[in-house]
């Protein structure tokens, strides 16, 4: 929902499937219906069946998920708002599918602006990342700062990193 999310959507605000499982518990009416979406669709299978084995019995996904939902829509019918955060290195992609260009945080691996050239985010003097206040640890800092120094001298050979690119 930082990026983007749909008109109307609900944020249940969690951050794994066992939050979104207590949320539900808490927060749900099994007698009415239920519309999730995710980017390509598979969460939503995991979500929806979880959900109706706990006796929802009205449970819809985005068919395609917002990927297909945005290849799909002409932009001036498009209900979603913003980019969409995708699960590779593209980060996140704006609704024609292109990709925008955002940095990942190297700490939390989440995108944000405000990154240096390497990923690393502004980390106060307590540790601190002054993205997303998620605290880093002396160990964790130079283990960032280690994984950046990596990726740019990766980048400086001509070669990826990380993923099916980075060569063994």
Same mark, same amino acid.
């Given at each position: ?35 999730m ?7 939503c ?10 006796g ?13 939902y ?14 969409? &955060? ?5 980060? *996140? /992609?704006?609704?024609?599918? @292109?990709?925008?260009?955002? $940095?990942?945080? !190297? =700490?939390?691996?989440l ?20 993205l997303?206040?998620?605290? &880093?640890?002396?160990p964790?800092?130079? *283990? /960032?700062r280690?994984?950046? @120094?990596?990726?740019?001298? $990766?980048?400086? !050979? =001509? ?6 690119a980075?060569?063994a």
């Amino acid at each position: 929902y930082r990026l983007g999310s749909f008109e109307g959507a609900c944020n249940p605000g969690t951050n794994s499937f066992v939050e979104f499982k207590s949320w539900c518990e808490s927060r749900l009416d099994p007698d009415r219906p239920v519309a999730m979406f995710c980017t390509g669709g598979v969460r939503c299978e995991k979500a929806s069946a979880w959900l109706i084995g706990r006796g929802f019995t009205e449970v819809y996904q985005l068919h395609g998920g917002i990927l297909g939902y945005l290849a799909e829509t002409p932009a001036d019918r498009s209900r979603w708002r913003g980019e969409c &955060f995708v699960f590779d290195d593209r980060v *996140s /992609l704006a609704g024609d599918l @292109r990709p925008t260009g955002r $940095a990942v945080c !190297r =700490g939390c691996r989440l995108p944000h602006e405000g990154l240096d050239t390497e990923g690393v985010p502004p980390i106060s003097a307590e540790g601190r990342c002054g993205l997303c206040a998620q605290h &880093f640890d002396a160990p964790r800092l130079r *283990s /960032l700062r280690e994984r950046a @120094r990596q990726a740019r001298l $990766a980048a400086e !050979r =001509g070669q990826a990193h990380f993923g099916p690119a980075a060569q063994a």
